[in-house]
């Protein structure tokens, strides 16, 4: 009898042991995962925050540099006006 019982105990132990284990390993991952989505939340405020200076930037130096205006293009009715005076005219 004490050797069934002895052979329960290591059994009882062992799942004991094997639940632990499991559960380590359980609470390392969960604090990796943590850990990560720390960081990628760190990182992307770093990024929007250089991303929103930049772009700050641009528009100051835009404000202060503006871009030349666009040349507006001959309609059509104009061009083909001065292709008509060019023939006459030759």
Known sequence: ?????QNIMEKAEARFMEKQKKTAER???TAEYVSEAK????KTARLRALRLAK?????????LNPAPPK???ASRAV???NVGSTEVTS
């Open 1 to 5: 009898m004490a050797e069934f019982s």
């Open 55 to 63: 772009e700050e930037a641009d528009r100051a130096a835009e404000a």
């Open 27 to 29: 609470n390392q991952a």
């Open 39 to 42: 960081a990628r939340v760190i």
């Open 71 to 73: 040349k507006k293009r």
């Open 79 to 81: 061009k083909k006006a």
